[in-house]
C-alpha cells in the first residue's frame, strides 16, 4: 500500500461558493497597473496606517475608481484596492474590541490552541493561491486580514472565526480513532440525522427535488455546503474491498483526516482483502 498511502494527487480541494467575499485576490491581476504607480504611495496599504489614514485612501481610492475606464486594469486594481483598504479598516476597527487580535502589537496573540488545533498566525503577504476559511468559507485576503493555520492539519481560518472553530483537529481525530473507517460509506440517512449537518448542525432545507444536503462518501454522513466543499478523496474503504481508486466526494472534515493520515502505515490489506492479491497484479 506504499503507493497510495504516498500520493496526495487524488486528495483535491475545490474552490467554494463563498457567502461573502466572492470577489478573491487572484481573480485580478496582482500587478500595479504602471498609471497609477504615483497614486500607490496615497493608497499605500501599510500595516502602521491609522484609521483616519485609511478613510483617506478609501476615499482616493472611490474616486479614481469612478474616474477609471470601465473594464480597464487599473479600474479592476483599484476595486481590489479598495476592498483590501476596507477590510484593514474593519480589521482595526475589530482589534480595538478585541485585546487578542494580532493588529495589537503589545497584547495581540500569534498562537493558539483550539478544539486540538495549533493554530500559527500567519504572515500577511499577497498569496498566489485562493484561501478559503475552513469555517466561514469566506475568502481570506492573506494580504490584510489575519488568519491563521494549524502546524498539524492544515485547517485554516479567520482570527475573527477562532471562537467560533466547531471542527476538531484531524491530526487528533486521526489519531484517537487510529484507523481508516472500513465500511463502504455506511450511510444512516439523512432523516436518522435529523435533518441536521453532521459537523455543524444546522438544519438542511429540503425539498422534494432538489437538497442542499451534501453526502461524504467516507463517513456516509450528510453535510451542509459549508461543511462539505465538493472536494474528492480516495476513500480507503472502496480500495480496500473494490480495489476502486476513484476519487468521491467527501466532506471538509474527512479530506483533512484522509490528508493527514495518507501516510500513515494503517492499512494491513493482506489481512483486511487476501483474495485481492490473487485478482489484481
Ligand atoms: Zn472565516
Ligand atoms: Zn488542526
Ligand atoms: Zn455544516
Not at 20 to 41: I, K, Q, R
Not at 50 to 70: F, G, H, M, P, Y
Not at 198 to 209: L, S
Amino acid at each position: 500500500m506504499g503507493d497510495l498511502n504516498g500520493d496526495n494527487r487524488h486528495l483535491t480541494s475545490s474552490p467554494v461558493s463563498t457567502t461573502s467575499g466572492n470577489l478573491s485576490s487572484e481573480d485580478v491581476d496582482n500587478f500595479l497597473p504602471t498609471s497609477l504607480a504615483s497614486e500607490e504611495l496615497k493608497l499605500a496599504l501599510n500595516k502602521e496606517a491609522t484609521d483616519d489614514e485609511l478613510l483617506k485612501a478609501i476615499n482616493r481610492c472611490k474616486n479614481l475608481v469612478l474616474e477609471s475606464d470601465q473594464c480597464s486594469v487599473e479600474r479592476k486594481w483599484l476595486v481590489r484596492h479598495l476592498i483590501e483598504l476596507r477590510l484593514r479598516l474593519q480589521e482595526c476597527k475589530e482589534a480595538m474590541d478585541d485585546p487578542q487580535h494580532p493588529r495589537n502589537k503589545s497584547s495581540g496573540v500569534s498562537k493558539r490552541t483550539v478544539r486540538g488545533h495549533h493554530l500559527t498566525l500567519q504572515p500577511l503577504l499577497r498569496s498566489t493561491t485562493s484561501r478559503y476559511c475552513d469555517h466561514c468559507t469566506g475568502a481570506i485576503w492573506c494580504v490584510v486580514q489575519a488568519w491563521y493555520e494549524c502546524d498539524d492539519c492544515s485547517y485554516c481560518c479567520h482570527h475573527k472565526c477562532i471562537a467560533s472553530i466547531i471542527r476538531e483537529c484531524a491530526h487528533v481525530v486521526a489519531s484517537e480513532r487510529g484507523n481508516y473507517e472500513l465500511e463502504i460509506c455506511p450511510e444512516i440517512g439523512l432523516s436518522s440525522q435529523k435533518y441536521l449537518c453532521a459537523e455543524c448542525k444546522i438544519p438542511m432545507p429540503i425539498n422534494r427535488e432538489w437538497s442542499e444536503a451534501r453526502k461524504c462518501d467516507y463517513t456516509g454522513l450528510y453535510f451542509c455546503s459549508a461543511c462539505h466543499w465538493g472536494s474528492s478523496a480516495v476513500v480507503p474503504a472502496r480500495v480496500i474491498h473494490n480495489w476502486d481508486l476513484t476519487p468521491q466526494p467527501v466532506s471538509q472534515a474527512s479530506l483533512q483526516q484522509l490528508r493527514v493520515t495518507s501516510r500513515r502505515p494503517l492499512i494491513n490489506l493482506e489481512q483486511l482483502n487476501p483474495k485481492l492479491f490473487s485478482l489484481v497484479h
